[in-house]
């Protein structure tokens, strides 16, 4: 037991938080859920943060592509969210938006926020990276959340096909090799990223003829 657990708003072992991961490919509306979900808890008197990583808004905020958007805490390697959570107390539950993107050990604080500070952990993000291989933190998502949910909003690849996976382009050609995590879609970038079905990731064909 840390020194920290004393400003935890439940006494260890009193309740124990949940640890969820909700994984989906771009644009199936993940934020949008995350946001919707934060309104909900804070409608019931629940206390509650909101972190972020890599937003698309370039900034400390959780922003979402139909519009909506709420002040969020940026999540940094070396953040300990264990230390960020206890610190802004009494909390009852934390929103985890762009998780794939914290490291493994932020992860695990995440477990120790459920399992010794009795705070619900919703987290959300991709599972898998351009090369469609996961993400090192959504891969610990896996293993150690209570429930998994796969976000069921239709995103289509361009044949019609439920999208899967996140394709990145550059300069209009489907990209395989690279850095694990390029921020894309920024204005001139020459890095884009594209949903596609498995059909279509693994032959590459980007419907653009
Ligand atoms: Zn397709």
Not at 88 to 104: H, L, Q, S
Request: charged share 25%; with cysteine.
């Amino acid at each position: 037991m840390t020194e920290l657990s004393a400003l935890s708003s439940v006494p260890a072992g009193s309740r124990d938080g949940v640890l969820r991961f909700y994984f989906g490919p771009m644009d199936c509306g993940k934020s949008t859920l995350a946001l919707q979900m934060n309104y909900n808890h804070g409608r019931q008197g629940r206390r509650g943060l909101v972190l972020t990583k890599h937003d698309r808004s370039g900034g400390p905020r959780v922003t979402s592509r139909i519009g909506l958007g709420s002040e969020a805490i940026e999540v940094e390697d070396r953040l300990d969210l264990v230390t960020l959570v206890l610190t802004r107390g009494p909390i009852d539950y934390v929103i985890c938006d762009e998780a794939c993107f914290y490291t493994v050990e932020q992860i695990e604080q995440l477990a120790d926020l459920a399992d010794e500070h009795g705070i619900d952990v919703y987290a959300f993000g991709l599972a898998s990276d351009f090369r469609s291989q996961m993400f090192p933190a959504a891969q610990r998502l896996f293993e150690l959340a209570d429930e998994i949910s796969r976000l069921q909003v239709e995103v289509l690849c361009w044949c019609g096909r439920p999208g899967r996976l996140n394709a990145r382009v550059v300069e209009g050609k489907l990209v395989r090799t690279g850095e694990q995590i390029v921020i894309g879609d920024t204005g001139d970038d020459p890095v884009r990223y594209q949903v596609l079905c498995r059909r279509h990731y693994r032959t590459g064909d980007l419907g653009t003829g």
